[in-house]
C-alpha cells in the first residue's frame, strides 16, 4: 500500500521488499531495506528505478532514499499512531548534451490506524511534503486513506485513495498473499489523473 500503516518492526526485526509498477508510460522496479533499531523504530533505506516511454527517446530516473518512522502508540485493536519521516533524491538522465534533471524531496507525515476486531484496518496519513527541482522549491499538503480486510487467514484486500492538495487524487486496490510466515506476495492496479498505475512486490520480515 502506498498508505502507510501505524505499525513497527518488532525491536531486532528486519525486512527486504522488491517490487514493479507502472504509472501511466512509466515503468520500473524498487528495493527497500528496513530495520527495528529499537522498540517502536523503524529505519529504512530504498532504491528505485525507472523508464519513461512517452518522450523520445525514452528516459530513465533513479531514485534513491531513506525514512525513519516513530509510533510510541501501537496496540492489537484500538488505536495506534506516529510520525514518519523521509527523504529521497531522484536524477533523470536527459539527453545527450544536456545535464542531468536532480530533485530533492523531503516529508513528515502523521500515520494513525485503528485496529477492529474483525481484522480490519483504517489507516489514515496526513503529512506534508517539501520538493526542491531546478532552483525552485514547491510544498504540498498530502493525504491519504487506506483500508484492509483479511478474507482468509493469508488473503486480505486492501483499496487506498491517496493524493496532494490541487491534485486530483489516485485510487488502488489489490490484494495480498502470505506464502509462508513472513513471506508476502501483493499486487494493485489503480487510477488517477487519467493515468494507469499498478504495482506487483513480495516482502521477507524476519
Same mark, same amino acid.
Given at each position: 500500500m502506498v498508505v502507510d500503516d501505524a505499525g513497527t518492526l518488532d525491536k531486532g526485526g528486519a525486512k527486504l521488499e522488491f517490487g514493479w509498477m507502472r504509472d501511466d508510460q512509466s515503468r520500473g522496479f524498487d528495493a527497500a531495506a528496513g530495520y527495528g533499531p529499537i522498540d517502536n523504530l523503524e529505519v529504512e533505506i530504498a532504491y528505485a528505478r525507472a523508464r519513461d516511454h512517452e518522450p523520445h527517446p525514452s528516459l530513465w530516473a533513479h531514485g534513491v532514499g531513506g525514512a525513519v518512522k516513530w509510533v510510541p502508540l501501537q496496540a492489537e485493536t484500538g488505536l495506534s499512531a506516529g510520525l514518519k519521516a523521509e527523504y529521497a533524491r531522484e536524477r533523470v538522465d536527459l539527453r545527450e548534451g544536456e545535464s542531468d534533471e536532480i530533485a530533492r524531496a523531503s516529508s513528515v507525515t502523521g500515520l494513525a490506524t485503528w485496529a477492529f476486531v474483525s481484522g480490519g484496518r483504517v489507516h489514515l496519513n496526513l503529512g506534508r511534503e517539501w520538493v526542491r527541482a531546478a532552483? +525552485?522549491?514547491?510544498?504540498?499538503?498530502?493525504?491519504? /486513506?487506506?483500508?484492509?480486510?483479511? /478474507?482468509? @487467514? +493469508?488473503?486480505?484486500?486492501?483499496?487506498?485513495?491517496?493524493?496532494?492538495? +490541487?491534485?486530483?487524487? @489516485?485510487?488502488?486496490v489489490g490484494l495480498r498473499?502470505?506464502?509462508?510466515?513472513?513471506?508476502?506476495?501483493?499486487?494493485?492496479?489503480?487510477?488517477?489523473? @487519467?493515468?494507469t498505475i499498478a504495482n506487483v512486490g513480495v516482502a521477507w520480515e524476519f
Amino acid at each position: 500500500m502506498v498508505v502507510d500503516d501505524a505499525g513497527t518492526l518488532d525491536k531486532g526485526g528486519a525486512k527486504l521488499e522488491f517490487g514493479w509498477m507502472r504509472d501511466d508510460q512509466s515503468r520500473g522496479f524498487d528495493a527497500a531495506a528496513g530495520y527495528g533499531p529499537i522498540d517502536n523504530l523503524e529505519v529504512e533505506i530504498a532504491y528505485a528505478r525507472a523508464r519513461d516511454h512517452e518522450p523520445h527517446p525514452s528516459l530513465w530516473a533513479h531514485g534513491v532514499g531513506g525514512a525513519v518512522k516513530w509510533v510510541p502508540l501501537q496496540a492489537e485493536t484500538g488505536l495506534s499512531a506516529g510520525l514518519k519521516a523521509e527523504y529521497a533524491r531522484e536524477r533523470v538522465d536527459l539527453r545527450e548534451g544536456e545535464s542531468d534533471e536532480i530533485a530533492r524531496a523531503s516529508s513528515v507525515t502523521g500515520l494513525a490506524t485503528w485496529a477492529f476486531v474483525s481484522g480490519g484496518r483504517v489507516h489514515l496519513n496526513l503529512g506534508r511534503e517539501w520538493v526542491r527541482a531546478a532552483g +525552485d522549491t514547491h510544498t504540498a499538503n498530502t493525504w491519504g /486513506l487506506g483500508f484492509e480486510h483479511p /478474507l482468509t @487467514d +493469508d488473503l486480505t484486500i486492501a483499496a487506498e485513495v491517496f493524493g496532494a492538495e +490541487d491534485g486530483r487524487p @489516485d485510487r488502488q486496490v489489490g490484494l495480498r498473499y502470505e506464502i509462508v510466515e513472513g513471506v508476502q506476495v501483493s499486487g494493485a492496479v489503480g487510477r488517477g489523473s @487519467d493515468r494507469t498505475i499498478a504495482n506487483v512486490g513480495v516482502a521477507w520480515e524476519f
